[in-house]
């Protein structure tokens, strides 16, 4: 038995020269052990005069962050749109109508599409849905702890089941809040907050302590008397500069706590009769990925109280909250009469004109299946881009065709109702939607060759095709592993 390795470089053809004495024996056999090969992937390069989308949503117009420089061939594009999906949602502010409670989305679809779209988290008062642990309602949604027996004790709170979770924005994957306003806190207990969490509620087994060990992002009100208290993932527990203004009981302008998602930032919020518009108390960009759980918390419930609690849900889908506008009552529900917080309104989540979106590029637009690198979707409520074409950045085929070109194998093709010198059809080893190419065989099959006479061969020549003898576009480096034996060997 004798072993040849070929070798092509950039080529699908393999032309190698033998200089050394083979002979083979009249009635040899060939066989395929292994081989290997890059397919060439169209590629994209991403530099500075092509990395920034920008977009229209109604009076919102944004130009986004610049994309990772590099180029983006088949190995790499899955994490591209990634990427994509995560500039555009970082680029969502809280703060306009038009966009607050908004996500992007970026995917390929079955049929290889590039689809590019935006979706809504209508808020609404989660209260009904949520499981609630020594948590009750008091009347005009106004909520508290359930007994007075374990004063000064977190062990209220009202959360999503683990069955119903929804999970937050958390700015990487759009913009959003969570926030609840005071109705009255007394001027010497230990209050309530609202958090923002890895944990779900019921991880934390009736026990709700504002710290470290449960809270993810959270805001504190202690009591009248003091300033808030913060949580975040970096920052861990801290005390703000800012002090609780106003928990009178009724009044429609008590302080709001907020946790919003915007630009790509988690921010803790007040809004007060001093700060209407707002006032910071931090903000960090959450890099851990994990799934963000609301959760409001109670330690008393003398004077403790809650109003107006209201959540955009990074998906409207789940089942038992609102769907649609019209069933989103709270959306025209006046939040206050001083107090500008971020809200939805029946006109930021309607049709919006203009609507439209413009790719970095033409060539960057083709290059995801896109005719055009601008595209118009007036007026609409959301953005839905598909791309015209698939995207197939490398020849996809399962199966190669290993043919001989100047020895005669006793082969045949069927679908060329012909005889044709096939020596292998060749199975990929790995993901076909991947530019590498790799066959191995423990057990190889060995073919006749059509020498009735000794044979000299000085060199060999064979190709890889697809089914139809196209040309594969091969990169690099490519080899093939060849068996000769003799006949009954």
């Known amino acids: 038995m004798k072993l040849v390795r070929l070798v092509a470089n950039g080529t699908n053809q393999f032309n190698n020269n033998i200089n050394a004495d083979l002979i083979l024996k009249p009635y040899s056999q060939i066989a395929l052990l292994n081989g290997n090969f890059q397919k060439k992937s169209k590629t994209l390069v991403v530099n500075s005069q092509n990395d920034k989308f920008t977009y229209t949503i109604g009076t919102y117009t944004k130009t986004t962050e610049a994309l990772t420089h590099r180029t983006i061939d088949s190995d790499n594009f899955e994490f591209f749109l990634a990427e994509i999906q995560r500039v555009l949602n970082e680029s969502l502010a809280v703060s306009d109508g038009d966009v607050t409670g908004m996500g992007w989305k970026c995917k390929m679809n079955d049929k290889n599409q590039v689809e590019i779209e935006t979706f809504y988290g209508i808020n609404f008062d989660p ?3 949520m499981e609630k642990d020594d948590a009750e309602e008091v009347g005009n949604n106004i909520y508290r702890k359930g007994n007075a027996d374990n004063e000064g004790v977190a062990d209220g709170a009202i959360f999503f089941p683990t069955n119903n979770l929804q999970i937050a924005f958390d700015g990487i994957t759009g913009s959003g809040f969570y926030r609840c306003q005071l109705n009255k806190l007394s001027g010497g207990g230990k209050g309530c907050y609202i958090s923002l969490n890895e944990l779900t509620g019921a991880d934390m087994g009736g026990s709700y302590t504002f710290n470290t060990s449960k809270i993810t992002f959270g805001i504190y009100a202690e009591n009248t008397g003091t300033n808030y208290q913060i949580i975040t993932p ?9 002090a609780v203004e106003s928990a009178v009981d009724g009044d429609v302008d008590n302080d709001i706590l907020s946790i919003e998602a915007n630009l790509g930032k988690v ?9 209407p518009n707002g006032i910071l108390l931090a903000e960090e960009a959450y890099e851990r990925n994990l799934e963000l759980n609301p959760l409001v918390g109670f330690y008393d419930q003398t004077d403790v109280e809650i109003k107006k609690l209201r959540y955009t849900p990074e998906d409207s889908s789940t089942t038992n909250k609102p769907t649609n506008l019209t069933n989103a009552v709270s959306l025209a529900e006046p939040l206050a009469t001083v107090l500008n917080p971020p809200n939805q309104k029946t006109s ?13 590029s033409q060539n960057f637009a083709e290059f995801l299946g896109f005719n055009s690198k601008f595209i118009d979707e007036s007026p609409d ?4 881009l598909k791309s015209n074409n698939g995207v197939y950045l490398v020849d996809t085929s399962e199966s190669y065709i290993v043919e001989m070109t100047n020895l005669k194998i006793n082969s045949y093709d069927g679908l060329k109702e012909q005889r044709k010198s096939i020596l292998n059809l060749i199975q990929n080893g790995r993901d076909s939607t991947k530019s590498d190419f790799t066959y191995q065989t423990n057990t190889p099959i060995f073919l006749d060759l059509d020498n009735a006479f000794p044979l000299q061969v000085r060199n060999i020549d064979c190709r890889i095709v697809n089914s139809d003898y196209q040309d594969v576009e091969i990169v690099g480096e490519a080899n093939l592993t060849i068996l000769f034996k003799e006949k009954g060997e």
């Open 381 to 384: 409520e959301t953005l839905l």
């Open 267 to 275: 921010r803790l919020m007040i809004y007060n009769k001093s700060n």
């Open 234 to 242: 970096t920052g861990g527990l801290s005390t703000s500069t800012i």
């Open 127 to 129: 209260f009904g849905v």
């Open 348 to 360: 930021n989540i309607d049709e919006k004109d203009p609507m439209t979106f413009t790719f970095p």
